[in-house]
């Protein structure tokens, strides 16, 4: 059986390697299709994660539109498909490089397996374009594995059949504690002066629907938290420039607010254990932060992560900068708060998704399971 997995982003990497890593060295012909829709912030995770790809499309323009990621993956892919005939595609996520891809080879009437299936707001515009992206993917895909229960009761509520949905946690918690458990040597790095006793409030943002006012308001936030007693904020700014002409303005050169660019995975790993709290509109990073116990506000008005706001993990603060201020500092002043949220469970896996998305395969490959 041959497999192509395609992906272009820095979550899709991470989320992919571990289960890249469980077919390598299998029987399953496997071959590996970068769309080239991030550079930096790609190529050294493929390095840490000794990732090689056999096809590059290396689309990424800078601030690129949609519909350039699209058109690119969409025409380049197909002539890939045509010529690889692999029997099941594999996508990740939400992102327009996976959206691309599954249509991609829907056209050309191959399989299509989507990998952390059934995410929903339910608001088209937020996030936007992710929610429309995993809809459209679902739309066209063969197997389906959902990270938790709700998002199979959402697959099952769309119609899709039960035979088809496998319910695999998350791949990222596979990824996060595999790079977790290696010992990390803060020495050189941008984490090195940052004293012990320090408060540090980890901030990341890049949601396409925050560009502009909710951005500033995030921002303005920011400026405001670092001033709390004992804080450090530490911010790694996405290279997208739309985030980082804003970030750069409101924040450069204040006092505790340490402004970085994206940093290694396990820098990053790391960084988020030693964090106090995290403030994010990240996807990933709301999946991450409930295994280290660490309270997360997320920056956005919907979540598509529900579970990890019923546990009482992550709470939802919006992009107002009096809510955003207010909830964190509850967070600083008031232990019991602290504590509840940073005892609350993950709800995102064990670490295992990974080999029980390989043993689906493996059973439809050995004619156990229908495909
Ligand atoms: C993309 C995904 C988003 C995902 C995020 C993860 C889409 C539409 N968006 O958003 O779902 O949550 O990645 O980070 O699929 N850039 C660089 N170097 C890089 C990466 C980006 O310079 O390595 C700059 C470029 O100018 C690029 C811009 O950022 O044009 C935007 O990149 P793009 O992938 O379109 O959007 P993201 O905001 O990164
Ligand atoms: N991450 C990283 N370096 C950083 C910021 C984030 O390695 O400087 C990791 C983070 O741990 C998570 C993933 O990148 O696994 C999340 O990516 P991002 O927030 O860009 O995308 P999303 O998850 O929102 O799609």
């Known amino acids: 059986m041959k497999l192509l997995f395609v992906f272009g982003t820095r979550p899709e990497v991470i989320k992919l390697f571990p289960v890249i890593t469980e077919f390598q060295n299998s029987d399953f012909e496997l071959k590996i299709c970068l769309t080239g829709q991030h550079k930096e912030m790609v190529q050294p995770l493929l390095d840490f994660f000794q990732i090689k790809p056999d096809f590059n499309l290396n689309l990424m323009k800078e601030n690129q539109s949609l519909e350039h990621i699209t058109k690119t993956v969409l025409i380049q892919l197909s002539e890939i498909l045509e010529k690889e005939k692999p029997d099941y595609l594999i996508v990740q996520g939400d992102t327009t490089t996976a959206m691309a891809s599954a249509l991609a080879a829907f056209y050309k009437k191959i399989k299509i397996a989507h990998i952390e299936a059934g995410l929903r707001t339910y608001n088209k515009l937020q996030p936007f374009p992710e929610e429309i992206n995993r809809r459209i993917i679902d739309s066209v895909s063969d197997l389906f594995f959902a990270p938790t229960e709700t998002t199979k009761q959402n697959l099952l509520n769309e119609g899709i059949q039960k035979e088809k949905i496998f319910v695999t946690g998350n791949t990222v918690i596979d990824a996060f504690l595999l790079t977790a458990s290696k010992k990390f ?17 980890l901030v990341t943002c890049h949601r396409r629907e925050s560009f502009g006012k909710d951005l500033e308001n995030i921002c303005n936030a920011i400026k405001e938290i670092s001033e709390f007693d004992n804080a450090l904020v530490v911010f790694p ?27 290694s995975y396990p820098l990053f790993v790391h960084l988020m254990k030693r964090s106090y ?3 994010t509109d990240s996807g990933g990073i709301q999946e991450e932060a409930p295994s280290l116990n660490k309270p997360v506000l997320v920056l956005r008005e919907k979540t598509e992560r529900t ?8 709470k939802i603060v919006g992009t107002e900068t009096k809510k955003i201020v207010e909830e964190t500092k509850k967070l600083f002043k008031e232990e019991k708060e602290y504590q509840k949220m940073a005892l609350a469970e993950n709800p995102f896996g064990d670490g295992n998704a990974s080999k029980r998305i390989f043993d689906c395969f493996k059973e439809i490959k050995n004619g156990k399971r229908k495909s």
């Open 237 to 263: 700014v996405h290279l997208n420039p739309n985030i980082k002409k804003t970030v750069n303005l409101i924040l450069s050169n204040q006092k505790n607010i340490l402004l970085t660019n994206p940093l």
């Open 307 to 314: 579970e990890a706001v019923k546990t009482g993990a992550a």
């Open 185 to 201: 040597n803060e020495k050189g790095t941008e984490l090195d002066k940052i004293p012990a006793n320090k408060k540090i409030v």
């Open 277 to 279: 709290l995290i403030l």
